[in-house]
């Protein structure tokens, strides 16, 4: 975000009038932190000459402006920006706020690119936007300018080119980018090493375009003792590259034009969160489809919460703590995936990657919608997975942020309970509906796990249920969202009380009823009750 920015530097084309509304939109509606500085530089490209043709700002070219004609073009130029009424404006915010703010115009001469590249180097840039008309120069300003950059679109939004520095390797032709948040290339995400395996997390900005031979080479031709699993979407494999341990997913449709599947995971590859499996790159020569993630190294959550391995040996079940942690990171996960506007679609344990820390990280997300929107359920869904889906997916065939947040739910309840989907105790029905009556009862007791042991903490369990009661809710609009989520569930990690969730509202339904609602509430439908919140003491 730009609050990070410490010195932005915004280019335009003087030469243009017209784009400078774009330029100054942009500006406007950004807020910037005491001490940090600002410049908008306009490159003249062309002026008009005496004899009503405009010149190029070469002074080498005899089709050149004269010197004169440029210092004056320049004065001119700049005199239309500090008088213009909404970069006054500007100026006047940025001087109360105690941000220094600088207005440069410079003739282009023959390279409008050094131009930007010198004035970034000279003001210490660590961002830069570019106007319309300078983003042809993009690729050049990432090779040479440490700092992240960015280009101004038609409608006035921001894209960001995800760089840092660009270096290239003649050989494979490597592209290193910044994450789109807009963190430093070399930056590092919170715990980048597992304490158990030592298995690294990649740098944020880590990513590139891949060729067919390399991956094959990564993954030892794909081969068996490499391949991992089959998912909806296609074939992956473990393999490692430059040291870096990597999971290539072939994919299944091979229907993607290069250019679509290009732009198709263009949003998804920028994602970058501690509680994402990142992707870091794809490869798309010929008819191969191919993503490449970062290797998580203990598996996913579905496998954990299987009850034997290989249908023999019993697995080590993950006690209230660890519970706890992973739906916090998953919730995280989730919480970033869609304040980004990406849908996840797939959301469930299988899609919950788990380091040997019992850190959470979201992988596979967006890759239903990106699949040409197909419906879940002509893809061969089993009776397991159909739990996952709220019921408003089975009409319309649609997945959304409400989706996800039931799907999140359901997971919920597989963390509190340690029951698959489908489990034989559950004599033919689906988890949510199996659940139900428990919930509605508050037979608590019934719900859990009965492996935990007495590990639980009472408050965390009342409260969590809760909030899975929310995302179950069968009506979309009243369930919680995300950002709700993670509140309570960080005021839960951080061994806070019932009471101080008192002003907690799980959605803006509801919030004329009570804190999470009542101990009268149910969770089949939405029949909000007006009782006073639980008190520790009702528990």
Known sequence: MISEAKRLLVIGNASKAARRSAIKALLWSCSFQPGDKLMLLGVLRKVNNRSGYRSKMDLSSIFGANQKTVQDELAVKKKEYINDGEINSLSQKCKISGIEFHIEVQ????SPREVAVRAAR????????LDKHMKKDKVYLMEQLP?????????????DLQQMRVTVDPDVKRISRDAACGSHGNEEFQNPVCSVCRNRRPKIGWKRNFTFEELQAATEGFSAKNFIAQSTFGFLYRGELNGLKIVVKQMKSTSFQQEEFTSSFSALSGARHENLAVLLGICSEG?????????????????????????????????????MKIA??????????????????????????????????????????????????????????LVYYAPEYAELGKASTKTDCFAFGVMLLQLITGLGTADPILRGKNLVRWARPLLKDRNYPGLLDQRIGDSYDIHQL??????????????????????????????????????????????????????????????????????????????
Not at 107 to 110: E, K, P, R, T, V
Not at 291 to 309: A, G, K, M, T
Not at 350 to 356: K, R
């Open 147 to 159: 700092c992240r950059i960015s280009v101004v679109k038609h409608n006035n939004a921001i894209k």
């Open 328 to 385: 916090f990171g998953a919730a995280k996960g989730l919480k970033y995936l869609h304040e980004n506007d990406i849908v996840h679609g797939k959301f469930r344990p299988s899609n919950i990657l788990l380091t040997h820390d019992h850190e959470a990280r979201v992988g596979n997300f967006g890759l239903s919608t990106v699949e040409h929107g197909a419906s879940f359920f002509s893809s061969g869904a089993t009776f397991g997975k």
């Open 107 to 110: 003739q282009a001469g023959d």
């Open 462 to 539: 009342f409260w969590i249920i809760r909030v899975a009661e929310k995302c179950l809710k069968k009506n979309p609009h009243s369930r919680i969202s995300m950002e709700k989520v993670v509140s309570t569930l960080g005021y839960l990690m951080e061994g806070n009380t019932v009471p101080v969730l008192r002003n907690f509202s799980p959605s803006e339904s509801e919030s004329k009823s009570s804190p999470i609602d009542s101990s009268r509430s149910t969770c089949d439908d939405d029949k909000s009750s007006s009782g006073q919140g639980v008190e520790t003491s009702n528990l």
């Open 122 to 129: 000279d003001f210490g840039a660590t961002w830069v936007i």
């Open 287 to 323: 008819n191969h489809r191919i993503l490449v993630y970062e290797y998580i190294c203990n598996r996913s959550l579905e496998f954990h919460l299987s009850e034997y391995l290989l249908g023999r040996s019993l697995i080590r079940p993950l006690n209230w703590d660890q519970r």
